[in-house]
Every structure is written in structure tokens, then in C-alpha cells.
């Protein structure tokens, strides 16, 4: 269990940094149809990090971690690992800040990601998958000297995602419950904990892939773990472990975690632009489908926030996704 979680002080410095650099990304009171005819009797509030530059909240954490390199870091550049993402927050804070980017992705990376690392300057280096993403750029930064910018580990990143918890509460200070994507858990560490410190009484709930559940399995062992293979079209949540920064404050300051399908993702994906308009990937619908879930009847009558965290996908294959999501939904009524 980490002793060392950001502290408010430390949350609110971090979002000044940042200034105008990133966007106060906006939420929307939803009275969902679809939800209500599920079951869900209460309101559901979404923080729209979808908005976010470069499409997903990871450019809060990744611009952090440009800002605090020496001019020697950042004339030898940074390095990074992501599905696409984080490696495009990676790449635009590089480019802000007048540094360079290499990063790596597995080859079945969404191929709009892979072009848009390369449209915003970044190196991509293409591997066969995310373990063998992890020991390429290892080597890249003890042979280039690179800086490596974690994807979901360490303080920097938590004070990044701090940052939305911190607006979300500012935004939203009535709500119930949050329920929080996870992938390596870097976004549920730092919202978590300013949430809690915030708000005391508020009910946080993780979400996870069931073809990538590590922190899952990370609650049950009481320590990090790593799973053999991702398998889940929510690429964004495919980490192949839990680190131990990240875990410690998940497993502080989240009250529990879900699993959802990919039939689920895909049902919330429809969801969102059936009602809301909003064209998201998988990883963003997550706490939607969590909503449409498992966690229906639980939080049927609260105010319940939801985290849409990324709308970066290949236009083809969300409209595949969506058109599937909503066969489930006609065959699930």
C-alpha cells in the first residue's frame, strides 16, 4: 500500500501547470432512455475527457512529465509504450515542448493511432505485441537515452490524472458514485485519490475488460500481477500488468471492481451516439457499460458520474462495434 498518494496541494499545482495547455474538458447531464429501461432510475453524468487534446486524458500526464525534464532530457527525447493513446500524448507534449518522440506499439494497434503518432512527428517502432512493446523500449532508452514516460505507473502520471478527478468533483460536486476505466490503473490512482480527499463519502468504482482484468486479479493476490494475454477490443484497457504506485492507491481508495464484455462495450459504444452523439472507442463506453451491467441495480437510484476517456478509434471499425452493439441490445431487451 503506497504511503506517498498526491496530495490536494500537489493536485491543484499540477493542474495549474498544465494551464491552458489542456482543456477543463466538459460534463453533461445524461437522462439516459436506454439506461432507463434497464433499470437505472437515476442520472447519469458524464466527464468528457473524449474532448481532451489528442482525443483521451492521457495528455494531462504525459505533458507533466515533458514539463519536469532538464533541457539535456529533452534534447535526447522521450520514449513510450501505449496502444496509441498515451503514445499520442507523448508525442504532442514532445512536439509542445520542443522534444522528440519514439514509441512503441504492437502492430495490432488501431491503424488512425499509428498514423496519427506519425502525423504529430513521433517515431513508431511496430512490435508484435504489448510485452514485446515493454522490453523495446527498454532498450530504446538505455541505448538512446531517451527518457521513458510510463503509461499508468508513478506519481507524474497519478498528479495528471489527479487533475480530472479535481474538476470532475468542481463540476459535479453531488454525485454518488464514479465509475473509472482501468487499464494499468493510472487513471483510477489519480482520480480515486482526489476524489476521496475531496469527497469522503463517494462511492468509486473501478471497470475493467474481462479479457484484460490485472488489477482484478491484483486485488485478489494483494499485489501486482500480470496476465499471460490481452484479448478485449478495448485496447486502451490492455495493460499486461499492475504496477505497484498505481495498484497501492486502487486498492486504497476504490471500493470495488467490475468486469464488463466486449459485447457490453460494444452495447454502450452504441448507447452513447444513439443518445448522447458522442462517436467514443471502446475504452471510453467502459463506464457506460458498467452502467448498463453489472452495476445497474447497485447504483439504480444515485447520481452516478461516468468517465468517457478516449474517442480515439478507426472510424471503420467503430461503426463495426456500434452496429454490433446495437444487435445486443435489441437481442437483450
Excluded at 33 to 48: I, N, S, T, W
Aim: proline residues 5%; hydrophobic residues 45%; aromatic residues 6%.
Amino acid at each position: 500500500m503506497t504511503d506517498d498518494a498526491p496530495s490536494l496541494d500537489q493536485i491543484r499545482t499540477a493542474r495549474r501547470r498544465l494551464g491552458d495547455a489542456v482543456h477543463t474538458t466538459p460534463v453533461w447531464s445524461w437522462q439516459s432512455p436506454e439506461l432507463r429501461r434497464r433499470g437505472f432510475r437515476g442520472q447519469a453524468v458524464l466527464k468528457l475527457e473524449a474532448l481532451q487534446v489528442t482525443g483521451s486524458f492521457k495528455a494531462r500526464g504525459a505533458l507533466l512529465h515533458v514539463l519536469d525534464l532538464s533541457e539535456e532530457a529533452r534534447a535526447r527525447g522521450v520514449t513510450a509504450v501505449s496502444a496509441g493513446n498515451h503514445a499520442m500524448a507523448v508525442a504532442h507534449a514532445a512536439a509542445q515542448q520542443g522534444s522528440t518522440a519514439k514509441v512503441v506499439m504492437p502492430r495490432s494497434a488501431d491503424p488512425a493511432r499509428i498514423a496519427r503518432c506519425r502525423s504529430m512527428g513521433a517515431e513508431v517502432v511496430l512490435v508484435d505485441d504489448v510485452h514485446a512493446a515493454f522490453a523495446e523500449v527498454a532498450r530504446i532508452e538505455a541505448e538512446e537515452g531517451r527518457t521513458f514516460v510510463h503509461p499508468f505507473e508513478g506519481l507524474t502520471t497519478a498528479l495528471g490524472t489527479a487533475t480530472i478527478g479535481l474538476e470532475f468533483f468542481e463540476q459535479a460536486p453531488d454525485l454518488d458514485a464514479v465509475i473509472i476505466p482501468i487499464g494499468g490503473g493510472g487513471l483510477c490512482a489519480g482520480m480515486a485519490t482526489a476524489l476521496r480527499r475531496l469527497a469522503p463519502h463517494l462511492a468509486i468504482y473501478g471497470v475493467e475488460p474481462t479479457g484484460a482484468d490485472t488489477m482484478h486479479r491484483s486485488f485478489a493476490a494483494g499485489r501486482p500481477m500480470a496476465i499471460d494475454r490481452v484479448d478485449t477490443i478495448a485496447d486502451s484497457l490492455g495493460a499486461p500488468h499492475a504496477a505497484p504506485y498505481s495498484y497501492g492507491l486502487c486498492r486504497r481508495y476504490v471500493d470495488d471492481l467490475v468486469l464488463v464484455s466486449d459485447d457490453l462495450l460494444r452495447a454502450a459504444m452504441a448507447v452513447l451516439f444513439q443518445e448522447a452523439k458522442l462517436a467514443v472507442e471502446p475504452a471510453g463506453a467502459a463506464s457506460t457499460a458498467a452502467l448498463l451491467g453489472p452495476l445497474r441495480e447497485r447504483l439504480a437510484d444515485q447520481r452516478v458520474g461516468l468517465v468517457v476517456c478516449g474517442a480515439n478509434v478507426d472510424p471503420n471499425v467503430w461503426a463495426r462495434h456500434v452496429v454490433a452493439g446495437q444487435q445486443w441490445l435489441a437481442e437483450h431487451p
